[in-house]
């Protein structure tokens, strides 16, 4: 039982709309998609889809570590993920939206080969997994009518990205709450365009629009700054750019930095250890998310068997795929319905069918 064959394919994706947060735009999502090949007939599909912004990669330097890994996987048995994760973190250090590639499709391969869908093999917690929406910023009034028309899709939970301008984001959060009534879960993500000052004045400005809880106020490396936040905020704080790793969770919950915590697989390198970064939040009591960057169905499939399969992940911003125009993924991965997203009962990630189209042909082959 071992892996014969790793395929690297470049992917890029446009969005329906330029998507904005507070550090800036994209009009693209430039992902590596890998397929993992083994010598007993079941193959695995990953992806990566990296933010340089959060990790410093590119689809480039993805590539180039995936030009280091996969030739030492050949051989590997795919069910023994933690040897192969150790085997990967021998070789190159960091790069984690390139090892969340390959540690997604050796889940893919462990549902496969045990024949069930993957959040069953990891613990089936859940069926289905509620996923906000992100509004993506523009002016508030903008941004009010977007949430409008997300909540007439079904959403039950908008995420709406602030961060530029202190006062306008006021406004956003007013208006949004305005437009939609109080059914609707809001949730908001600074992308760390905050000082801890205007956080604070921002947060206790908005606590009586009902804010279930806000996201990376400050630049990930001001741990004081986070701190500072969290003890003066009415709202409930959560750190996404400042924990990549169950040992950067570890250091910001025994700083008591942190409320909650928004995991995401390009962030920890695959859902191997975004496993591990749940299960210390929870027996610290803090409740988890999982997030995306810019992933296709393949990485989302990935982080909602894992929503589904996990207790202490309790909230989802899992959209990606719905805010790109190109659908790689034709037939399977998860399915929507308003806010929700359930399984088919294909085994592990579920993906039937790709877009060869984008996908195109393999940049590399490892054998
Ligand atoms: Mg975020």
Not at 93 to 106: E, F, M, R, T, V
Not at 157 to 171: F, I, Q, R, Y
Not at 270 to 298: D, L, Q
Request: net charge positive; charged share 25%; aromatic share 4%.
């Amino acid at each position: 039982m071992g892996i014969q064959k790793i395929e690297v394919y470049s992917v890029t994706l446009a969005y329906r709309e330029p998507f904005r947060i507070a550090p800036g735009a994209s009009t693209e999502s430039h992902n590596v998609v890998v397929k993992i090949v083994t010598d007993y007939g079941v193959y695995g599909w990953g992806e990566s889809s990296p933010s340089e912004r959060v990790t410093g990669e590119t689809a480039e330097t993805v590539i180039k570590a995936l030009d280091k890994i996969a030739p030492t996987l050949i051989g590997m048995c795919p069910l023994r993920i933690e040897q192969n994760i150790e085997l990967m973190d021998s070789i190159v250090a960091g790069n984690p939206a390139a090892k969340a590639a390959i540690d997604i499709a050796l889940h893919d391969i462990l549902g496969k080969t045990v024949r069930k869908p993957l959040y069953m093999v990891m613990g089936g917690y859940r069926t289905e997994v509620l996923t906000d929406i992100t509004l993506s910023i523009k002016s508030p009034k903008e941004m009010a009518k977007d949430a409008v028309k997300a909540v007439k899709k079904g959403f039950k939970a908008l995420k709406v990205k602030v961060g530029v301008n202190p006062e306008e984001d006021v406004e956003r959060i007013r208006l949004i709450r305005k437009a939609v009534g109080e059914n609707v879960e809001i949730r908001i993500d600074a992308n760390q365009g905050w000082t801890s000052k205007q956080a604070i004045e921002v947060l206790n400005k908005i606590e009586k629009f009902n804010v279930q809880f806000a996201e990376q106020p400050v630049p990930a490396e001001d741990l004081k700054g986070l701190m500072e936040v969290k003890r003066n905020s009415p709202i409930p704080i959560m750190a996404d750019e400042s924990i990549h790793s169950p040992e950067d969770a570890l250091r910001l919950i025994k700083a008591e930095a942190v409320d909650l915590i928004n995991i995401k697989l390009m962030k920890s390198g695959g859902i191997h250890k975004a496993k591990k970064i749940a299960a210390i939040a929870e027996a610290a009591g803090i409740p988890c998310m999982i997030g995306c960057m810019g992933e296709s169905e393949i990485g989302i499939a990935a982080g909602a068997h894992l929503a589904a399969a996990i207790k202490n992940i309790q909230y989802a911003d899992l959209d990606s795929d719905l805010l790109l125009k190109d659908k790689l993924a034709t037939k399977g991965g998860t399915k929507v319905k308003g806010s929700m997203r359930t399984f088919p009962k294909q085994h592990g990630l579920g993906i039937k069918e790709l877009n060869y189209k984008i996908l195109g042909r393999p940049l590399k082959i490892y054998r």
